[in-house]
């Protein structure tokens, strides 16, 4: 059974940064594409990066390119996210979610973790 845990979240001022961590276990994640979501009170869900777990290549929504890295370490089943000059608007539930290679949607989710930007 595929388990996705994150952890990492928290308070920060604006132009602070986080990493948070996704700690998958339950299968070979070897076919399987690894993003960030986030979703802010109010507003629908949004991608945030994706990364292919076999050959390591992301994906970055506009709105974080340049201050936001998505990796994955193989040997320990973890996806990390680099969060640097964070924003008040990038307050949001952050979630790691694990998608089959070649399949849109994305099958399996963790709980979230809250992170919050004072301005």
């Known amino acids: 059974q595929v388990q996705l845990v994150e952890s990492g979240g928290g308070l920060v001022q604006t132009g602070g940064s986080l990493r948070l961590s996704c700690a998958a276990s339950?299968?070979?994640?070897?076919?399987?594409?690894m993003g960030w979501f986030r979703q802010a009170p109010g507003k629908e869900r949004e991608f945030v990066a994706t990364i292919s777990w076999s050959d390591g290549r992301t994906r970055y929504a506009d709105s974080v390119k340049g201050r936001f890295t998505i990796s994955r370490d193989i040997a320990k089943n973890m996806v990390y996210l680099q969060m640097n000059s964070l924003k008040p608007e990038d307050t949001a539930v952050y979630s790691c979610?694990?998608?089959?290679?070649?399949?849109?949607?994305?099958?399996?989710w963790g709980q979230g973790t809250q992170v919050t930007v004072s301005s």
């Open positions: 339950g299968r070979t994640f070897s076919s399987y594409g």
């Open positions: 979610a694990a998608r089959r290679t070649g399949e849109t949607s994305y099958a399996y």
